[in-house]
């Protein structure tokens, strides 16, 4: 695309529970905060929303409050990857009929899908939306790393945005640069390697750290942006003990827990994902004391 959707830090928003509903007053209190933090980009119903466990009903829902709520404020991106390539099609169209700026779609996981499925995946989710499509790579979680090949196929693709990658391989992000081009954003999916990652081109975060410190997580990206590389890793080395706390288990476990600590009860993950264990909930409130 001609214009990068956003810079800087986006928050992969957790999906807040009151029981077996999600809690809308709450997501809204999480919204604002993140507008009064500088962020105006989120991400709804992703990985750390528990897109694995919303029903495409509560997805549905959460992707049309959320728009209602922030408004013209905030672009909303709204995670409708599946492994079932039409679900991920319906959703996407869900999504943008509900209002999302643009969707986040993880690449097919279980399948295993070779390039080209790869290729036909994103391409029919993209043939159907006119929102821009970000695409996802997280192989630890779904057991394929998505070819830089396929991401220059792909980067020619008028609504595709960009890629978060998650892969771990700060060295693949200068190759995705060097063969996609500055139309193909890239933002890092990883909060430990942010500023690594914008030294090499990256755009900005889609950042789990931003629930718990939005405004450093905010002037860690900014300084990035701005070549402050100074100010940005200092910043980053300093948050690097809190990323690992929030990493100690399973993604969104361990945010959860700290946003019950610092006074925004979202509820606990849904099963199969359990409550932090002990040691680790001691660990993560020392940060908070």
């Avoid at 549905?60 to 959320?66: A, D, N, P, T, V």
């Avoid at 013209?72 to 943008?96: F, K, P, R, W, Y």
């Avoid at 954003?185 to 975060?205: F, H, P, R």
């Avoid at 629930?211 to 100074?230: I, R, S, Y």
């Amino acid at each position: 695309m001609e214009k990068t959707l956003f810079t800087g830090a986006c928050t992969a928003l957790v999906t807040p529970f009151l029981g077996r509903q999600v809690n809308y007053p709450m997501m809204e209190r999480l919204l604002k905060r993140q507008l009064d933090a500088g962020i105006k980009t989120v991400v709804l119903g992703g990985t750390t929303g528990e897109a694995p466990t919303l029903t495409d009903r509560e997805k549905i829902e959460l992707y049309s409050r959320g728009k209602q709520f922030a408004a013209s404020d905030m672009t909303i991106i709204c995670g409708t990857g599946s492994n079932d390539t039409a679900h991920a099609v319906e959703l996407s169209i869900a999504a943008q009929e509900a209002g999302a700026d643009a969707v986040l779609v993880v690449s097919p996981y279980y399948n295993k899908a070779n390039p080209d499925g790869l290729f036909a995946h994103y391409l029919s989710i993209a043939h159907a939306v006119k929102i821009p499509v970000i695409i996802y790579n997280v192989p630890s979680r779904t057991g394929v790393d998505i070819p830089v090949s396929v991401y220059k196929r792909l980067s020619r693709i008028p609504n595709i945005a960009g890629v978060k990658e998650a892969s771990s391989d700060i060295v693949k992000i200068a190759r995705i640069r060097n063969v996609c081009g500055e139309d193909f954003t890239i933002w890092s999916g990883n909060d430990d390697e942010a500023v690594a990652a914008m030294s090499l081109g990256a755009k900005g975060v889609i950042s789990v750290l931003s629930n718990v410190m939005p405004v450093e997580t905010q002037a860690m990206a900014q300084a990035a942006l701005a070549g402050d590389f100074d100010t940005a890793s200092a910043l980053q080395c300093s948050m690097l003990p809190l990323i690992e706390g929030l990493f100690s288990e399973v993604n969104p476990v361990p945010v959860k827990a700290a946003m019950k600590m610092i006074g925004y009860d979202c509820g606990e993950c849904r099963l199969p994902l359990a409550p932090l264990s002990p040691d680790n909930r001691e660990k993560l409130e020392g940060f908070f004391r």
